[in-house]
Structure formats: structure tokens, C-alpha cells
């Protein structure tokens, strides 16, 4: 680290210490364990949100879930505990929100994504009560199981907004592990469940949608597509959906509710889309393959925040990280970037308690499996795995940097 008057100087910023930061910085600091590298993140917790899920459904504890930054954070790194308020890229320097300025050889973009709770009518207020509940924040998940036990029958709703999201099996898993839990409480025959998608399909790897459609049928989930959720009044517990027709024609439905799961609409950080970094869907604008940007050679972007057309899991991260780190210490050297990441990504879609249909593909919505079990069926196997297994392997494994792993391979 130099300091050059007001700028700090470092290689290498890193911006944000979730999945992504954590697990790229690990490596690079792995692999050379010299480099000068700050990571800025201005929370003192990393959540592990892949079991926000379970959290809801009241299959693991919210605490389990928590780590201490300070213990996450790689060693050899320098924490500065602040957010970035503004990029200036030309100048190779950003601004944080507490006035600092610090300066770089290399900027990682991995800030996650915003939850824009904002951007329907009414849910800011009323998320957190009157049954109005979400997996998406960790203050928030433990009230979806309180909900869940609480409902005696009625009506249950769960929304997944148009926008791209995290993990976009999230909203369907807790629909699934709810009407579980209904059918084991003999609740069902006086429920009405009810998923309300904005979107057209129900996944977005078509060789999932039948297996899926399968499973909610047999939960009797109803399915509505193209309903965007747009406002929601908590205290009389009415939702309002816009559905568009395939003419592009729009119609309001207002619903009753006893229990409704939002899952937010969102968008890519503030400081991003106000950046010239920024595609224009406002992510950071990187090759797919290389994770570089494609204006800016030494920025470098992976995870949510990033432009890459793949689902935003930490699973895709899992793959990202090493292709990042490996094209990052090229760059430094001054080569040719020779790592390219094939848009792996993961979603361990919980079909109830005990039951997980395992859904991995690549760009091109390619089904690439890693075990030899088949991607379509409900596996108690899964499940052990994303609860007792995955934990585990991305604290100490995914967040340390190592990167040695099972390959995926393309099925049939
Ligand atoms: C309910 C739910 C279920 C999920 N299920 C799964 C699953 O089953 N499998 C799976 O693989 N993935 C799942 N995911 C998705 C997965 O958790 C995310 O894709 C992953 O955590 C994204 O990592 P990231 O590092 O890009 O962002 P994050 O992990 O969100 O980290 C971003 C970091 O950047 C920091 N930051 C934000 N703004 C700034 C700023 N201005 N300056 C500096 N730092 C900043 C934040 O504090 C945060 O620490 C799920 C997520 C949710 C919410």
C-alpha cells in the first residue's frame, strides 16, 4: 500500500466481501501470498443466504446462517470497513462514502445486487407484518416460519418479481417446502396456494419447467405467469398483481391474503448503474467468459453485481472465482488472459422437507450435471447435501480460495 497524499494506493480493490470478494481475494492471496490487496465492505456480518431458504422454512437457525467478517475476510487482506459511493474509473481511483479516496492497478466489482423493496406500492411498509414476510433479508426470514406456522388454512401467496434476482428458484422453494408443511399439518384441503410469477416460465432452463410444473401440481400450487406483483396493503392483506396478456395488454388483480412471500424486485447497486461501468440493464458490464470488463482491462466483475447472462448464485460464483483470480494475476503480468468460466451455475430447487431437484447448466441453458444422478428428480441425497454439505464447503473451502473441484459435464 502507498499513500499518495488524500489516495490511497493498492494493486489490487476489491469491493464487497460477500461470496464473490471473499472467495476471489482468497485465491489470489493463495496464490501469491505478497499482493497488496484492500477489500472494502462496510458490514461486520457475512451471511451465508443460500440457507435463507431452510431459515424460512424452519429447517436451520438464522445464527448458523452468520460469521464475523472479521473471521471470513482472507488473511493478508486489508479490511477497510467503509462502501463505495462513486467509481472514476479513467482516473483508476473510487470514493467512499465517508470522503476517502483510494486508488488501484486492478478493481474487483463484487458488491451483490440492491433489494429495491421500493419498487412496489406499499411493501417497504408492510413487509414484516400481517403475514407479509420474505427470504430475501436475514432480519426478515425467521418471521416466514413464524407465518407459516401461524397460517390455519386460507390463502398463501408467493410473488417472484420480472427483474433478474438472486437465486431464481428461491421463490419457488419456499411455495414448495409451505405446501409441505400445510400437507403435513392436514391444512391442505381448506388452503389455497397460490405462485405469482412476472415472468413468462416457470425456470428459466426449459428442461426443468415440466419436472417443476410436476410438483406443484402435486402440492395444487396454482401457477400464474406474466403477474407482476405491484403493490401490497398489509393491513388489509390485499396484493395487486399487473398481469400482461401476449398482446402486451395489461389487467390489475387485486388478492386477499392470510400469508404472502415477496421476493423483491432487483437491480444492480446505485453506485454501479450510476457508473460508467454500467451496461444498460445498470450491471458492470464484463465478457462472459473472461469476467473482464469489457471497456476498462484492468476491472475485473463476478457475482450478482456482474453482466454475466447466468442465474446469480454462489454456486456460479464457486466457478467464477477461480477464472477471475487466474485472469487477474495475468493481467498483472501483462499476458494474454487464457481462463474462461462457461456460465455453470446452480440451483438446489427444494421441492419439500427432505427433497431437492438439483438444476445445473451452463450458458445456453445446457443441463451439465456433476454426480451421475439424474438433474430432474427429487433426491433426499440433494437435500443432506445443501443443508449439512454446503455450508460447510463454503465456509471452509469456497471462502478460503481453494479451488479444486469435481467436474460438470453436459448430459445426453
Ligand atoms: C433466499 C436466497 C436463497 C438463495 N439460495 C441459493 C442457493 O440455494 N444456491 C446458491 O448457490 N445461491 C443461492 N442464493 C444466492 C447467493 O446467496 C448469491 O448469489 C451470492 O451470495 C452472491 O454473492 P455476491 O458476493 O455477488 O453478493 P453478496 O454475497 O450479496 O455480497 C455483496 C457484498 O458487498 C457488500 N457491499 C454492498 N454495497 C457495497 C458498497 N457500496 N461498497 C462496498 N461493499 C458493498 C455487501 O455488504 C456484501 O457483503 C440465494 C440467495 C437468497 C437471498
Not at 51 to 70: D, E, H, I
Not at 206 to 211: G, I, M, Q, S
Not at 333 to 349: F, I, M, N, Q, R
Request: glycine content about 8%; charged content about 20%.
Amino acid at each position: 500500500m502507498t499513500d499518495t497524499g488524500q489516495t490511497q494506493e493498492h494493486q489490487i480493490v476489491v469491493v464487497g466481501a460477500g461470496a464473490a470478494g471473499t472467495s476471489v481475494a482468497a485465491s489470489l492471496l493463495r496464490q501469491q501470498p505478497g499482493l497488496d490487496v484492500a477489500i472494502v465492505e462496510p458490514s461486520d456480518i457475512h451471511y451465508y443466504q443460500p440457507a435463507f431458504t431452510l431459515v424460512g422454512g424452519g429447517a436451520y437457525s438464522l445464527a448458523k446462517t452468520a460469521r464475523p467478517q472479521a473471521q471470513t475476510l482472507p488473511t493478508g487482506a486489508r479490511w477497510v470497513r467503509a462502501a463505495v459511493a462513486d467509481l472514476q474509473p479513467e482516473k483508476n481511483t473510487l470514493t467512499l462514502s465517508d470522503g476517502r479516496t483510494l486508488g488501484y492497478q486492478i478493481l474487483v466489482l463484487a458488491p451483490g445486487l440492491k433489494l429495491d423493496w421500493d419498487a412496489v406500492d406499499g411493501l417497504r411498509e408492510a413487509i414484516g407484518r400481517n403475514g407479509v414476510c420474505s427470504n430475501y433479508d436475514p432480519s426478515l426470514a425467521e418471521y416466514t416460519w413464524q407465518c407459516l406456522q401461524a397460517f390455519r388454512g386460507g390463502k398463501a401467496l408467493f410473488t417472484q418479481p420480472s427483474t433478474p434476482i438472486k437465486c431464481a428458484g428461491a421463490p419457488q422453494k419456499i411455495a414448495y417446502l409451505a405446501a409441505d408443511y400445510v400437507r403435513r399439518k392436514w391444512l391442505a384441503d381448506n388452503s389455497k396456494l397460490k405462485f405469482y410469477s412476472g415472468g413468462s416460465a416457470l425456470f428459466s432452463v426449459a428442461d426443468f419447467v415440466p419436472p417443476l410444473t410436476q410438483v406443484a401440481k402435486r402440492y395444487n400450487v396454482a401457477l400464474l405467469m406474466n403477474h407482476n406483483l405491484i403493490a401490497v396493503n398489509g393491513a388489509r392483506r390485499e396484493a395487486t398483481f399487473r398481469f400482461t396478456n401476449s398482446a402486451g395488454e395489461t389487467t390489475d388483480v387485486t388478492e386477499t391474503f392470510d400469508m404472502l412471500h415477496v421476493t423483491p424486485p432487483q437491480c444492480a447497486p446505485d453506485f454501479i448503474r450510476n457508473s460508467s461501468l454500467a451496461n444498460e440493464g445498470g450491471w458492470v458490464d464484463v465478457d462472459q467468459h473472461t469476467l473482464q470488463h469489457v471497456r476498462h482491462d484492468n476491472v475485473f466483475s463476478l457475482g450478482d453485481a456482474s453482466s454475466l447472462p447466468t442465474s446469480k448464485t454462489a454456486a456460479a460464483i464457486r466457478k467464477q472465482s477461480p477464472v477471475a483470480a487466474a485472469n487477474i494475476l495475468t493481467r498483472l503480468a501483462d499476458k494474454p488472459l487464457e481462463a474462461h468460466y462457461d456460465g455453470y451455475t446452480s440451483c438446489p430447487v427444494v421441492t419439500g422437507y427432505g427433497k431437492v431437484m438439483l438444476a445445473e447448466f451452463i450458458y445456453g441453458g445446457k443441463v451439465t450435471p456433476t454426480l451421475p444422478l439424474s438433474p430432474f428428480k427429487e433426491s433426499r441425497f440433494y437435500w443432506q447435501v445443501k443443508k449439512r454439505g454446503l455450508p460447510p464447503f463454503y465456509f471452509d473451502y469456497m471462502l478460503k480460495g481453494k479451488e479444486g473441484d469435481l467436474a460438470h459435464k453436459a448430459i445426453g
